[in-house]
């Protein structure tokens, strides 16, 4: 008799985001191959219309505001199947804004053949419409709008209308997800080949709103050699990382998380990170923090093992019987906290790093276990990287490989669209979460999720993306209630659903 077939794996799970470098050879590598700039262009306006049609059947006044590029040309391609359907079709543009590339022009060519008119836009109010199509800048965008571009981009924003931005909101940077300036607000935003990494991480999600690609029938084999700046996952694919458990498991199977941290005033940061332990799969927890706060632990939660580290010899103890430490929650940056950092980072523990443990480290940087998981928000990957919040927000994914390069951890940088990537790796986006996360304890909570996963066994770049993914999942079924007035601690069940994909036995 064979031996009964192992469980199925799915494929390495995520979609790849390419930068505009990538996107720009890719879409050469099409147009040799189609022999046509021009029909690549009018795939891209024609794909752009059924999607438009697809989303607002009943959208008789289409404005279409087009700009002096290919993005512009791919609006004008998209008004000319509007005006033959029948649609109330303006054409607007700035006068500088006439089209300059030979495929543009020809597409305001043939939509004028076709009836169509172009109307010159001063930077005032749009004619009422019941769609507007961002057909401004796309891919080409290299600066922050200039002032009349700006100003038309704040009309856009100001109709009242629906907005399809065509592969990009004009004004948003495609790789950096960084609005320089103003940049337009879509309803939708639908990609051309590929989906773009800055319209899924920092003001991207923002600014572009429910994202879709056309591929354009574009060849595989134009992306042969071509790296992704990111693979995006989103919760579906976290039955990839979450396995059922064995039927045989005990506790020891599932690994001992020591939460450390909670100085005086600050106790609930850790008692959030050891429960969101408990709650993703840790086998056993325990917390060492100020002697105050061990009664309120094992009242709030008295499956953790909690005590009092005031002395060397009672860490020692803790250390000596955990697989991960996750340190920093609540841990303040005094010489308690200090002193704990020094000894965890002596006993060689894999360790999570979270909060006052970051802000220790970028006051006194010092080698980590080279396993080590550290989970800065933009404020502490600027003090790791001494710069500023905003230049961390700016470009994102530049923030990331610097922290990764300076640590030679694996770094997750939390924050709209959280990224999270090991030396030498491509990134991981994680598309899930909500504003309503942006709450005093939510990263507390993701930090016992991460410990928790490292603990069951996963390796140090799965744990962390895995855990990012899980804890944004659970923030999102949570927000399924409201987004303002979330709590971290209303992830716990949801965590637990999460945490457990449905697998066939
Ligand atoms: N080449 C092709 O056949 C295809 C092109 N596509 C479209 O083409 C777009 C890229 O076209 P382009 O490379 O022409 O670039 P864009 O159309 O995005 O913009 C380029 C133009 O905007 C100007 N510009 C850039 N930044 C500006 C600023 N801050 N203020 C004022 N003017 C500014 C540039 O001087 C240039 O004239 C893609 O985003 C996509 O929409 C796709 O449809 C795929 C097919
Ligand atoms: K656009």
């Not at 005990?250 to 939460?259: D, E, F, M, P, S």
């Amino acid at each position: 008799m064979s031996a009964p077939s192992a469980r199925p794996v799915p494929p390495r799970p995520g979609a790849p985001l390419y930068d505009v470098a990538t996107l720009r050879r890719v879409e050469a590598a099409a147009l040799e191959e189609i022999g046509d700039a021009d029909a690549l262009m009018a795939r891209a306006g024609e794909a752009a219309w059924r999607f438009a049609c697809a989303h607002w059947p009943d959208a008789k006044r289409v404005l279409v505001v087009c700009g002096p590029g290919n993005n512009g040309g791919d609006g004008y391609v998209l008004a000319r199947y509007a005006h033959t359907a029948g649609r109330a079709v303006s054409v607007l543009r700035l006068a500088a804004h006439a089209p300059r590339t030979p495929e543009a022009q020809a597409a305001c060519a043939a939509f004028i053949a076709a009836g169509g008119q172009v109307a010159l836009v001063g930077t005032d109010t749009l004619p009422p419409a019941d769609l507007v199509v961002d057909a401004l800048f796309g891919l080409g965008l290299t600066r922050a709008a200039d002032a009349d571009s700006a100003a038309l981009i704040e009309a856009i924003n100001a109709a009242g209308a629906p907005v399809l931005a065509l592969d990009v909101p004009s004004g948003l940077d495609a790789d950096r997800g960084h609005a320089a300036g103003t940049a337009v607000r879509a309803t939708r935003t639908v990609q051309m080949i590929a989906g773009h990494v800055g319209l899924y991480t920092g003001d991207g999600p923002e600014h572009a709103g429910a994202r879709a690609v056309a591929d354009l029938d574009v060849a595989s084999g134009c992306f042969d050699g071509e790296a992704s700046a990111a693979r995006r996952v989103t919760g579906s694919d976290l039955g990839h990382w979450l396995r059922p458990r064995h039927r045989n498991s005990h506790k020891g199977h599932a690994g001992h998380v020591l939460c450390i941290g909670g100085d005086h005033g600050t106790g609930g940061a850790v008692m959030l990170a050891a429960e969101a332990a408990l709650r993703s799969g840790a086998g056993l927890v325990s917390v060492g923090t100020r002697a105050g706060h061990v009664p309120a632990m094992l009242a709030r939660c008295p499956e953790v093992m909690a005590r009092a580290v005031d002395t060397d010899a009672a860490l020692g103890a803790l250390l000596d019987a955990a697989d991960v430490v996750a340190l920093g929650p609540g841990l303040g940056q005094g010489a308690w906290g200090h002193g704990l950092l020094a000894d965890v980072l002596a006993s060689g523990r894999p360790l999570v790093l979270d909060a006052d443990g970051l802000n220790l480290l970028a006051r006194a940087p010092r080698p980590l276990p080279s396993d080590s998981i550290l989970t800065p928000h933009p404020g502490e990957a600027a003090r790791l990287l001494g710069c500023t919040t905003a230049e961390v927000q700016a470009d994102r994914l530049a923030a990331l490989h610097a922290l990764v390069a300076q640590s030679g951890a694996v770094v997750v940088l939390k924050g709209a669209g959280t990224l999270v990537a090991a030396p030498g790796a491509i990134p991981w986006l994680v598309d899930a979460g909500n504003p309503g996360m942006a709450t005093g304890g939510m990263g507390d909570v993701l930090t016992g999720v991460i410990a928790a996963l490292r603990a069951q066994g996963l390796a140090p770049e799965a744990a962390a993306v895995c855990g990012a993914l899980l804890h944004a999942a659970a923030g999102d079924a949570a927000a399924q209630a409201g987004e303002r007035g979330l709590l971290p601690r209303d992830l716990f069940g949801h965590l637990r659903t999460l945490a457990n994909p449905e697998w066939p036995r």
